[in-house]
């Protein structure tokens, strides 16, 4: 009877496993939302993001273009309140996008960038799709210790091609002549694939060695009452034959090694070191335009009955012409000025412009489900903050880019 109980239990867990699994819905995007609001909205200002296609088939390229700013909002507590060195890149699921060119402010840049607080990045990638499927893919700003910060996302279809993918990539030669053209997707794979093998089955062999016939397993109960710093040997654990077999592991292991960098140095005698340089890049023409409008201090309330954030801020016009506010934007959400009341318009009152010398007090309103959807209303937060970037444009065009942090207050 109690062995018929338990075997109902065992069934049901089974069951409601499998439930579980079929029933739940798929993952969508990459989880920013999981990431505190503090973190989305006070570390990396993303505006403009663009991206020239949502279908490609595999093997052509569309681009992401638009502008990054470190934010001098920047959290105390992250990367020591200090950022140094960041790179540009970004996250999709997995290998199904391969990233072809990267330039920001105007040059190509391979690597990591020297970064600080206010840096701008206009930038521009070039992407290939790879693998079939429909994907979800990011532009981020990797900062050394704070982690991978996620700029606006969008879905991608990668359609099939008949000819396959080709990721060609062409060799240089001693002397700086070019040489042959090889695709990356299957080069050396053979070499490769047998590298793992026979490395595989010299780890799983040492590990038999000493899980099956020996009793560091078997006789976990006697095993760990021996000291760290002995062998076992008085016990009988491991005995001089053991370390005579484990001398042989050894050398085989080394010999292995020296046949592989033997054959590496015949194949492949012209070779270029993996590249570590990093500088900053040259600092955009839009960063002269950052003096020419100054937000005050600012407040902002949100109103959870009408899905609403409103935000008064007291924005100083320091040019020669007037300004006209553009868009707001924030995270992964962007708000722009002059539509109708809705989803992703921001209405400003008295107006979108400020003249030039005036300081005028604006009162922007945006309602949104997105900012409870996205989890960027900081209820429940160590910081009720909202961060975000005012894009202004003068009468001669300049695009201005100024930071605002306002103290909100919910409203339930």
């Known amino acids: 009877m109690i062995r ?109 960038i020297d970064a600080k607080k206010g840096d701008i990045y206009e930038f521009t990638m070039t992407l290939a799709g790879r693998r079939t499927g429909r994907w979800h893919v990011h532009p981020a700003l990797s900062v050394k210790g704070a982690g991978t910060l996620l700029g606006p996302g969008m879905w991608i279809n990668v359609e099939d091609n008949p000819d396959g993918f080709r990721n060609d990539v062409t060799l240089v030669e001693a002397g700086g002549g070019t040489g042959s053209t090889i695709n990356l997707e299957n080069y050396q794979l053979p070499f490769t694939w047998i590298w793992l093998v026979i490395t595989f089955f010299i780890g799983l062999a040492w590990m038999i060695y000493w899980t099956v016939p020996k009793r560091t397993v078997t006789n976990l109960a006697v095993t760990s009452q021996i000291p760290l710093n002995t062998d076992g040997m008085e016990y009988g654990l491991i005995t001089k034959k053991d370390h005579r077999n484990m001398n042989w592991f050894a050398i085989g292991t080394a010999l292995l090694l020296v046949v592989g960098w033997v054959y590496q140095a015949n194949a492949f005698p012209t070779k270029m070191p993996q590249q570590i340089f990093q500088f900053a890049p040259p600092t955009p023409a839009i960063a002269d335009n950052n003096g020419l409008a100054e937000a005050g201090v600012a407040n902002a309330q949100y109103d959870s009955a009408t899905e609403t954030l409103t935000m008064d801020v007291d924005v100083t016009n320091n040019g020669t012409t007037p300004i006209e506010l553009q868009q707001f934007t924030t995270s992964t959400l962007k708000f722009a000025a002059g539509g109708a009341a809705g989803p992703g318009a921001v209405t400003v009152t008295p107006g979108t412009s400020v003249a030039p010398g005036a300081t005028t007090k604006l009162t922007l309103a945006m309602k949104d489900p997105a900012w409870v959807d996205e989890h960027l209303v900081p209820v429940g937060e160590s910081s009720l903050l909202i961060t975000g970037i005012l894009v202004f444009q003068s009468a001669d065009g300049k695009e201005i880019l100024t930071e605002v942090e306002a103290n909100l207050t919910p409203r339930f």
């Open 4 to 112: 018929r109980k338990y075997r109902r239990y065992l069934w049901s867990a089974l069951l409601a496993g499998v439930l579980v699994v079929s029933l739940a819905p798929a993952a969508q995007a990459h989880g920013e939302r999981a990431q505190e609001a503090f973190l989305r909205m006070r570390t990396v200002g993303w505006v403009d993001v663009n991206f020239s296609s949502d279908r490609v088939k595999q093997g052509e390229t569309f681009t992401i273009t638009g502008t990054a700013k470190i934010l001098d909002a920047w959290p105390t507590n992250l990367a020591k309140g200090n950022p140094n060195t960041a790179f540009l890149g970004v996250v999709a699921p997995g290998p199904v996008v391969v990233l072809k060119e990267r330039t920001i402010n105007g040059v190509s840049i391979p690597s990591r």
